[in-house]
Nanobody
């Protein structure tokens, strides 16, 4: 099982993109879903998470107020709406499922709890 991220592309600073993460209904019902990103030469970092239980969300400080995570059960998809993009947001973005928790943790995303990594989607922010 893999979660497939899509929707990346080239955008100017200040622009917007919406990423999609194709999952399945049982995954959305049972596992929190996280978005991660990895820029060249940097560690992969957790960006956002949405809980399976109540849809509550977590955001990293670096994206708080600019990114919004949501889910659509009819399309079995989790979205990451990214607004006011900055050059430092450029990275490969991945989504994954937390097989240990249904609820996102307020302290952030613990990567080793996540699985079903798929191929990421490239986001480039440049003028």
């Amino acid at each position: 099982v893999q979660l497939q991220a899509s929707g990346g592309g080239l955008v100017q600073p200040g622009g917007s993109l919406r990423l999609s993460c194709a999952a399945s209904r049982f995954i959305l019902d049972d596992y929190a879903i996280g978005w991660f990103r990895q820029a060249p030469g940097k560690e992969r970092e957790g960006v956002s998470c949405i809980s399976a239980s109540d849809g509550s969300a977590y955001y990293a400080d670096s994206v708080q107020g600019r990114f919004t995570i949501s889910r659509d059960y009819t399309k079995t998809t989790v979205y990451l709406q990214m607004n006011s993009l900055k050059p430092e947001d450029a990275a490969v973005y991945y989504c994954a499922a937390n097989l240990m928790r249904r609820q996102c943790q307020p302290g952030g995303l613990v990567q080793h709890e996540f699985d079903y990594w798929g191929r990421g989607t490239q986001v480039t922010v440049s003028s």
